[in-house]
C-alpha cells in the first residue's frame, strides 16, 4: 500500500507540473497574440498594438535610357566681307577643322596696296597735324587750318583701320572646333559681300538629341545629368546635362 502511494503521489506531482507548464505556456501565447496581433487584441479588449521602426532616408535612382544622335551644339556661318577672288578652300563637307584653320583664301594684292597707301597717307596727315600743332604754338597757325588738320588726321587713321580689317578678312579661319556642314564658294569664283561661304558646326561642346519614352518624360528636368556612350568610341562615356526639353 505505502509503494502505491508513493506512486500515485509522483504522478500527481508530474500532472501539476505539466498543468503549469501548459498553463505559463497558454498564458505567454495569449499574451504575445494580444500584445501583437491586432485582431486578437481587439476581441480580447486590449489596446491595439502598434510596432515602431527607426526611420531612414534613402536616394532612390532611377537610370533613364534613351537612343538619339549626336548634332554640333550651333551653326556658325562664315560669310564674306571683301570681294575678291577665291584662291583656296582646304576644307570640305564633313572635315573637322581646329580653331584658327584656314576655310578660305581669297586674292589679298589688292587689300595688301590698299593698306600700303593708307599707311603712307597716315603718316603724312600725323606729321602734318604735328607741324600745325608746332606752328600754333608760335600763333602761326589759324584756327581753321588746325582743325582741318585734325580732320585729316582722323580720316586716315580710320582708312588705315579699314584698310588692316580688309586685309584679315582675305583669309577666313575657323573660330571654333567645329565640323564642316555646309560649303557654298570654290577656287576661282569670286565672292560677293555678306555672301554665306562655309556653315560650321560647333563640336565644343556637343549636343544629343535624345527620345525619352512618354513614361519617363516626367521625370527628366533642366539640369539633370546625364551619360552618353556612342558606337564611334566605345567604352567611352562623355557626361553632360540636360540644357533643353522640347
Avoid: C
Wanted: hydrophobic share 45%.
Amino acid at each position: 500500500m505505502a509503494e502505491g502511494g508513493r506512486g500515485k503521489h509522483s504522478d500527481l506531482i508530474i500532472g501539476i507540473v505539466l498543468g503549469l507548464m501548459v498553463a505559463i505556456v497558454g498564458a505567454v501565447t495569449l499574451y504575445y497574440l494580444t500584445h501583437t496581433v491586432q485582431r486578437d487584441a481587439r476581441i480580447a479588449g486590449l489596446p491595439i498594438p502598434v510596432q515602431t521602426f527607426p526611420a531612414s532616408v534613402q536616394v532612390l535612382r532611377e537610370t533613364i535610357g534613351a537612343s538619339g544622335r549626336i548634332e554640333p551644339s550651333m551653326p556658325v556661318i562664315m560669310t564674306a566681307k571683301v570681294v575678291s577672288r577665291v584662291l583656296k578652300v582646304p576644307v570640305d563637307l564633313g572635315a573637322v577643322v581646329r580653331p584658327g584653320e584656314l576655310l578660305v583664301d581669297l586674292d589679298a594684292r589688292l587689300f595688301e596696296a590698299a593698306l600700303a597707301t593708307a599707311r603712307v597717307n597716315y603718316d603724312h596727315a600725323r606729321r602734318q597735324l604735328a607741324r600745325m600743332e608746332s606752328l600754333q604754338r608760335k600763333q602761326f597757325a589759324a584756327a581753321a587750318d588746325m582743325e582741318k588738320a585734325r580732320i585729316d588726321e582722323s580720316a586716315a587713321k580710320g582708312d588705315l583701320i579699314r584698310a588692316e580689317i580688309d586685309l584679315a578678312n582675305t583669309r577666313i579661319l575657323s573660330p571654333v572646333p567645329a565640323v564642316v556642314l555646309d560649303r557654298t564658294i570654290n577656287p576661282s569664283e569670286f565672292t560677293k559681300l555678306d555672301q554665306d561661304l562655309i556653315t560650321l558646326g560647333v563640336l565644343d561642346p556637343v549636343m544629343m538629341v535624345a527620345q525619352v519614352s512618354e513614361d519617363k518624360i516626367g521625370t527628366v528636368y533642366l539640369g539633370m545629368k546625364g551619360a552618353v556612350g556612342t558606337d564611334a568610341f566605345p567604352g567611352l562615356t562623355f557626361t553632360g546635362a540636360v540644357t533643353k526639353i522640347d
